[in-house]
């Protein structure tokens, strides 16, 4: 059973358009929300998280925005740069249980010049 | 000062063979966290570890797989009698303690394994 189901599983945007991934999960313990970029041969590394207190979460070009009641967070990445194209990783934690991520299956994430 | 290390980098192997791949964790990180990451398939959790308390064993596919944590530093993954199915890249990560709430998670580069 797939606990974080992350869409589209991948995605290819022309260089300054925005860039969308969606994750919807059912644990409703889950409180916190970590996104990855993965670049090839590379490990994953954390790019943005927010908790549920907040609907939205602004980092430089990258933003998360949270619907609690449709348990649903997406990444949108805007002006998308070549340097963007990696894996993406939406992830779920439940602070109060074992701390251990579940995580989406990644988007491919390809921005054209 | 270095991030997480993992060795080898690469690993084929001939199916029924043993492996061990090794992580270093960040200094002083007590928490520590294997992944399998197959083609097309996002993470999967395998075993942590937080400091000397019992390892969360919950993830590992069969009693193939085996990890041991010496010193609260170095771990090591074991796959005893490999089989094709186990091919894919192992990731460790560690954190200063397993509350990721404002501790982030540092990945190592993986293990990619090919079992022939």
């Known amino acids: 059973q797939q606990q974080v189901k992350q869409s589209p599983q991948s995605l290819i945007v022309q260089k300054g358009g925005i860039s969308i991934i969606n994750c919807a999960y059912e644990?409703?313990?889950?409180?916190?929300f970590p996104w990855y970029q993965q670049f090839p041969g590379k490990g994953p590394a954390l790019l943005i998280a927010i908790r549920p207190d907040v609907s939205e979460k602004k980092e430089g070009r990258f933003t998360i925005s949270f619907n609690k009641s449709a348990k649903q967070f997406s990444l949108h990445i805007m002006d998308s740069q070549p340097g963007d194209s990696a894996t993406y990783f939406c992830?779920?934690?439940?602070?109060?249980?074992?701390?251990?991520?579940?995580f989406g299956r990644g988007t491919s994430l390809i921005v054209h010049p | 000062g270095a991030g997480v290390s993992q060795s080898p980098s690469n690993k084929v192997t001939e199916k029924g063979k043993d492996v061990e791949l090794r992580c270093d964790p960040i200094?002083?990180?007590?928490?520590l966290y294997w992944y399998r990451q197959s083609l097309g398939q996002g993470l999967e959790f395998l075993i942590y570890?937080?400091?000397?308390?019992?390892?969360?064993k919950s993830g590992l596919p069969s009693d193939r797989f085996s990890a041991e944590r010496t010193g609260g530093s170095v771990s090591t993954l074991t796959i005893q009698r490999t089989q094709q199915e186990d091919s894919a890249v192992y990731l460790c990560?560690?954190?200063?303690?397993?509350?990721?709430?404002?501790?982030?998670?540092?990945f190592g580069p993986g293990t990619r394994l090919t079992v022939l």
């Open positions: 990560a560690s954190s200063f303690t397993t509350s990721l709430l404002g501790n982030e998670q540092f």
């Open positions: 200094s002083g990180h007590t928490a």
């Open positions: 992830a779920a934690v439940a602070s109060g249980g074992s701390y251990i991520p579940t």
């Open positions: 570890f937080q400091g000397n308390s019992a390892p969360d």
């Open positions: 644990n409703t313990a889950f409180d916190y």
